[in-house]
């Protein structure tokens, strides 16, 4: 029984599709978590959610999001839950700002909440902007943000916590010793960490290294396929032998921001 806490539809504009898929690859619980800046309420709080990134399908208000989870969840052969991807970055005060007030007005709408960092210093996009000078540097500054979302206890899942290897391949001689710092963190604040469907097929060794720092610190983990079509829909399925292999074998599952366990 497989629960999914992250996945995209607006990308391929076929959230049926992508139920079917997910149920098809044992998927049990769907969730979708749409980034921010998909989201019209959202983008009209801010310049920078609005002109930051650009949205992978045509923005919709926040009601009717809802509303296609829904619809689908009423027919689904799965669970099909409804959460959100937000941005962290303390320090760009208009974001955070209007992510507050954005939770504030419809937090209650959200199974799930993930943090994710996608830039790292100077708005530096982890995945978008290629490498910066000093890949040491890069990789320290995620892994700090990560840990302060974490610490935060402001979101359920902290997510794709290795993707700064889209940009920065070559992983640092501390990166093992920083993961269990941020293993230790979410396990302090009771936050989930994410083992995720695009990282696992990009750097399954990196995740690998993931699993074993939550194992270590009994980390609670959330499994995201993070797929954005059907053809992806239950990839980090894939990940189950290496989290069975590392010990772990239960993983978190969502409902109105309230996390329990599922066995693998
Ligand atoms: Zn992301
Ligand atoms: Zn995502």
Redesign the pocket.
């Known amino acids: 029984m497989l629960p999914d806490n ?1 996945n ?1 539809y607006l990308a391929c504009g076929d959230i049926e599709g992508m139920v079917t898929a997910a149920a098809a690859a044992g998927v049990a619980e769907l969730v979708f ?1 749409e ?1 921010i800046h998909h989201i019209d309420e959202a983008r009209a709080l801010s310049q920078y959610i609005e002109t930051r990134f650009a949205p992978e399908g045509p923005p919709l208000p926040h009601a009717a999001y809802v509303a296609d989870v829904h619809a689908v969840a009423a027919t689904a052969p799965i669970a099909v839950r409804c959460g959100i ?1 937000l941005d962290v970055a303390a320090d760009n005060a208009e974001l955070t700002a209007a992510t507050r007030s954005f939770r504030r007005a419809y937090g209650a709408d959200w199974d799930v909440v993930i943090g ?1 960092v996608h830039v790292i210093a100077n708005d530096h996009s982890i995945e978008g902007d290629g490498p910066t000078t000093d890949a040491d540097a890069a990789w320290a500054d995620y892994l700090e943000r990560l840990v302060a979302a974490a610490a935060s206890g402001s979101y359920d899942v902290v ?1 794709h916590p290795v993707r700064l290897a889209q940009s920065h391949p070559d992983a640092p001689a501390f990166l093992d010793a920083r993961l269990r710092d941020l293993a230790r963190a979410a396990a302090h604040a009771d936050v989930a960490l994410e083992v995720n469907g695009t990282d696992f097929e990009r750097w399954p060794e990196l995740v690998a290294r993931l699993i074993d720092a939550c194992s270590r610190n009994a980390t609670p983990v959330s499994l995201g396929s ?1 797929a954005h079509r059907p053809a992806k829909a239950g990839r980090v399925r894939a990940a189950s032998d290496l989290l069975l292999g590392a010990g772990i074998r239960r993983v978190a599952a969502f409902e109105r921001r309230s996390r329990r366990v599922v066995a693998l």
Do not use: I, K, P
């Open positions: 992250h995209h978590t980034h991807e994710s997510s993070d």
